[in-house]
């Protein structure tokens, strides 16, 4: 199916005046990214309807301010395409070193700066909060078809653990930002030798830790404002269980996935003793 539907984004990029020779899969896990080769544009077919237009606004809008984002591509990033009943965006390519990364204090500042760029787009942002995601995989683990191949014990630790985190977070009276949402390692892309983010659909309102929470423990150590290190801790813990529900309802999506959700289980079952 994906196949069909790059081949169609492929029409779509030629009749926009780009040069595609032969485009190449960098992703498929939630979305399908492929680069439109040899132009320096990447398309992201999305798999969620109603997603990709927020969030291509909101990259817009970060660019526009400076903040360290990868921005749409040029002349054909503007708006959002329909192809194959799926929303495409255009996002300039920036291609990556595998042999190079990006220092955890050099996240950390790029992280700080975004979030201040962040915080100026508040009034044209209705986001979501981050306790959602909690509540939806709480949701889903009650359906005993939901991800039919995890065990009944795991299923049941980890709709404890999310109870138990969200239970507590809720009593956390901290003031929440617009934060990225998911800022993992996969959602930054070095340019020129700095960090750069990628991946809008998740911003929502909630606290600065929940960020930390999906980076290296170095990267917390280096930002720049204060942060709450019981609050650092839980948002760890719900960040793991979280993906480990999606990915064990998501093995079909990739061969990684299993990995994802067993590494994700153990660090769940790890910080619980």
Known sequence: MWVDVIASVVV????????VEEPVALRSTNNVLAWLRPS????????????AANELAIAKALSSVGAPVVPPASDVGDRLHRVAERDVTFWRYEPQDQTSSASSMSIAMA??????????????????????????????????????????????FLRQALNSGRETLA????????????????NILVVAGEPRFIDFETVQVGPLEWDLAHLEPEVADHYPAPLDVDTLAVCRLMV???TSTWCWAGLERGPDMRSHAEHHLAAVRSALG
């Open 12 to 19: 779509l990029a030629r009749k926009l005046g780009l040069v």
């Open 40 to 51: 320096m544009v990447v398309a992201k077919i999305s798999s969620r309807a109603g997603m």
């Open 111 to 156: 992280l700080f700066d975004l979030h201040g760029a962040l915080s100026t787009l508040a009034s044209m942002l209705s986001p979501p909060t981050f306790d959602i995601q909690i509540i939806d995989a709480i949701h889903f683990l009650d359906n005993q078809d939901f991800a039919p191949e995890l065990q009944v014990e795991d299923r049941y």
């Open 171 to 186: 009593q956390i009276h901290d003031t929440h930002r617009i934060i990225h949402g998911s800022p993992h390692g996969m």
């Open 240 to 242: 793991s269980a979280t």
